[in-house]
């Protein structure tokens, strides 16, 4: 098993990893299993087209399900047991709900066996902050 942690701060809402996992697995050269994995509550990973047009009506989705303005009880910091400058971000917990915190992927010789159209997403939802991101790679 092999491991690599980066640390990025997304300025848009789908920040794509896919060159970073190609190069993880590149370097490594066999064959197995790649997971990219996020420990982070209100982001996402996903695996998917990452057509501008589709890309927008996902984020219009989901800003319609969960407006960041909405009432959520997870922002009512008084009656949590949690410090006063807590974040305020039901919305972007709530939308998370619709993501994993990770994704796996087959690697063959250290390629990734992705559809012609699929990419690697980081899908930030709590605007913006720095995200750990976790590459794991098994093989036999």
């Known amino acids: 098993m092999e491991r ?9 809402q789908f920040f794509k990893l896919t060159d970073y996992a190609k190069e993880f697995t590149h370097e490594i050269g066999r064959s197995g299993l790649l997971n990219i994995f996020v420990s982070h509550t209100t982001c996402g990973i996903k695996v998917l087209e990452g057509e501008i047009l589709l890309l927008s009506d996902i984020s219009t989705f989901l800003q319609e399900m969960f407006p960041q303005k909405g009432h959520y009880r ?5 009656i949590r047991d949690v410090p006063i400058d807590e974040r305020v971000n039901g919305f972007a917990h709530m939308r998370q709900l619709f993501f994993s915190e990770s994704a ?7 390629e990734l066996m992705l559809g012609k159209w699929q990419d690697i997403f980081l899908i930030e939802l709590d605007p913006i902050r720095e995200r750990q991101v976790v590459f794991t790679f098994i093989s036999d």
């Open 4 to 12: 690599k942690v980066i640390t990025v701060k997304p300025e848009k």
């Open 104 to 110: 796996t992927v087959p690697v063959q010789d250290g």
């Open 74 to 78: 997870h922002d009512i910091i008084g």
